[in-house]
């Protein structure tokens, strides 16, 4: 997955990662057929996860100035999912709208349905394709009384808990809200917030927050005392991690990208991750990112031999996307004036509105695997395809079953120590 990165010979790579992968499966005959490949889970476009995660991504990244990207699609779309079922009118379209994927949904799903199966099929996997923490609620201030019908649907069918905040001013708001987040994280401090939440009287915040450590279906070999380079804004230092064995791979030559798709252990999720050919920026690649492409290239990968090159490293975000929702037509919720909370609150009417949209991530890429599998069977590793993340990529983790996003990001910056050209 993704975060820290290096350079090197390309030229002895592949001839490294291939003996590494062989070296760690002698114990198998040689003559033993590789593993099946799962059924890939369903495309992303009538999924409600991938439509906002791709317009929330492009919203964010139409800041210039913006780095490395990290955030839940999945929880973020869950909390505004809580949020319509407390909304009417206006408030409850323009919520709708923001989740309403391009292709029609399934005969006899709705939206929320999804939502709720998503959630409860990523929970049930914690703990085999990876290690999760989440958390979402909604906080309140000052608000007239909660129906407990609201609080109750929404922990129920989107895992969203109701806290109220104190009657402290914007500090201890602030503070209030930070100490959820790290407990969110295990305890792990997120990113401070760069936008000022201001939250007076009649303000719903919602807030989620998620840490994530993806354990591979096969070990990754590392050597931390070799360094490669990793192009990105600055150049830096970083320990790689290698293999080589049987993916799902895709070459668009057309676009001049390369599409990869490795599974977790147990075969519950899977990391889908975008590289650009050359060494770039990553505006091109953004500029052709749709639905309807990514699908195509899911559907046109198919189990081919790849040498893989990640990064060993640790992303972290703290959003707020009051300025992203609100440029993607969620308007009506931010003003008290306008705003229709009614399912929220029988007195709602000019006295609640929307005041915060807050997400804190953090992403944790290493090269174990999860316990190991004994029917896991040798891979015939053959001319192996390069994919060697030297340079800016996208990834995905998505859901086996359900195909649900549940992380999206972008990593243009690898920490580590800087890079100094002594030629």
């Known amino acids: 997955m993704l975060p820290r990165l290096p350079f090197c010979l390309l030229i002895s790579l592949p001839v490294l990662l291939v003996q590494g992968s062989a070296a760690n499966s002698s114990k198998k005959s040689p003559d033993a057929p590789a593993s099946p490949v799962p059924h890939p889970p369903p495309p992303p476009q009538g999924d409600p996860t991938w439509t906002l995660g791709l317009r929330v991504y492009r919203a964010l990244r139409s800041d210039s100035s913006a780095g490395n990207i990290l955030f839940s699609p999945l929880l973020v779309a869950s909390s505004l999912g809580a949020l319509g079922e407390g909304s009417a009118g206006n408030t409850a379209s323009q919520v709708r709208d923001l989740l309403k994927p391009p292709s ?83 305890g792990l401090e997120g990113a401070p917030l760069e936008a000022e939440i201001k939250a007076g009287a009649g303000a719903l915040i919602l807030t989620s927050a998620v840490h994530f450590k993806g354990l591979w279906e096969r070990e990754f070999s590392e050597d931390k005392a070799d360094r490669r380079t990793f192009l990105g ?27 990869l798709e490795a599974p977790l252990w147990g075969g519950k999720a899977r990391v889908v991750l975008l590289l650009p050919f050359h060494v770039e920026n990553l505006a091109r690649l953004e500029k052709l990112l749709t639905l309807e492409l990514l699908s195509k290239w899911l559907e046109k990968a198919s189990v081919t031999s ?27 919720a931010w003003d008290q004036t306008l705003a229709d909370f009614s399912g929220v609150s029988d007195k ?3 006295k609640i509105h929307l005041g915060g949209v807050l997400h804190w991530a953090s992403l944790e890429l290493a090269a174990q695997a999860g316990k190991e599998d004994a029917d896991l069977e040798e891979e015939h590793i053959d001319k192996p395809k390069l994919f060697y993340t030297d340079h800016p990529f996208i990834f995905f983790v998505r859901d086996s079953t359900t195909g649900a996003l549940l992380l999206m990001g972008a990593l243009d910056h690898a920490e580590g120590e800087a890079f100094h050209d002594e030629l």
């Open 348 to 350: 709602s009417k000019g």
């Open 233 to 259: 804004k600055k150049y830096t230092k970083v320990v790689m991690m290698h293999r080589a064995g049987l993916y799902r791979f895709y070459e668009d030559t057309d676009n001049m990208v390369q599409v």
């Open 104 to 186: 029609p949904i399934k005969a006899g799903t709705q939206v929320v349905e999804l939502l709720s199966e998503a959630l409860k099929s990523f929970g049930e996997a914690n703990g085999t394709s990876f290690h999760l923490r989440a958390s979402s609620a909604v906080f309140s201030k000052q608000v007239p009384p909660v129906n407990q019908a609201f609080v109750k649907q929404s922990q129920t069918r989107f895992r969203v808990q109701h806290q109220p905040l104190g009657k402290g001013d914007t500090k201890a708001d602030l503070k209030q809200l930070q100490d959820w987040a790290k407990a969110g994280l295990s």
């Open 306 to 332: 790849v040498a893989i090159s990640l990064p060993k490293a640790n992303i972290t975000s703290t959003l707020s996307l009051q300025k992203q929702l609100f440029a993607l037509g969620l308007t009506d």
